[in-house]
């Protein structure tokens, strides 16, 4: 991936680029959808799933590697249905790495998301409702327009938080070089052998390289919708 870079180094970087990228498109869809049912609608369970949702950020991160290594190893619920039906296998493999990833990004999306959606006048939608727009047309043609900066915003977060990620893709995972090993496994693998210190230090700089630019990026996000919103 990069001459600069030993060769697994490159793996480990390359991989969470992968993992951290299909996470975030994964779980965008689910990202909008929970927000905007937090946002705007009112139903029973509505706190309880703003609690599940955030449950992540409030577990330690080996704890939901565990919960989902028991409800998607192959032994597991969920992963003995993916398996038997699907011959998909999420335990041990980099497609797993994905989920655990976009289970712990989840909140941090949702949230931003959120937040966008709540600045949204809601008079804006239900002028577009009373012109016998659909519910689904009014949000593709009103509400994601004006909280686009938002969901740009959360999925650079989340991006940022699954390159990040270790303790629920570890237990989940595990730690294979080359196939499950991503950044911060790397990080932790280099450290625990003699003479680790040096490829440890340079996957360290290209992690805070990596979140630093996405949290200028989402900041710089934020202040282009705030001047947006301020501009109308």
């Known amino acids: 991936m990069a001459d600069w870079l030993p060769p697994e180094e490159a793996q480990a970087l390359a991989l969470s680029l992968r993992v951290s990228l299909w996470a975030t498109a994964l779980s965008l869809p689910f990202g909008i959808f929970v927000a905007h049912a937090l946002a705007r609608w009112r139903f029973p369970g509505r706190g309880l799933l703003n609690g599940l949702v955030h449950l992540p950020l409030i577990l330690p991160p080996v704890v939901t590697g565990y919960l989902l290594l028991l409800a998607f190893g192959r032994r597991g619920p969920v992963g003995a249905l993916l398996d038997q039906w699907f011959g998909i296998t999420l335990a041990f493999r980099w497609t797993g790495a994905v989920l655990a990833a976009a289970v712990m990004a989840f909140p941090l ?29 009014v949000f593709l043609t009103v509400t994601l327009p004006l909280i686009l900066p938002g969901v740009i915003a959360g999925a650079i977060l989340a991006f940022a938080k699954a390159m990040g990620e270790f303790g629920a893709t570890i237990t989940f995972v595990s730690n294979i070089p080359g196939q499950t090993q991503t950044l911060p496994s790397a990080i932790y693998a280099f450290l625990q052998v003699p003479g680790g210190d040096a490829p440890a230090l340079r996957l360290v700089l290209i992690s805070v390289a990596v979140a630093m630019l996405a949290l ?9 919708a705030a001047r947006r919103v301020a501009g109308k």
Do not use: C, F, N
């Open 216 to 224: 200028l990026l989402s900041e710089w996000v934020g202040r282009a």
């Open 109 to 137: 999306m949702v949230r931003a998301i959120r937040l966008a959606i709540e600045a949204v006048d809601p008079k804006l939608e239900q002028a577009a409702s009373t012109l016998g727009a659909p519910r689904g047309l």
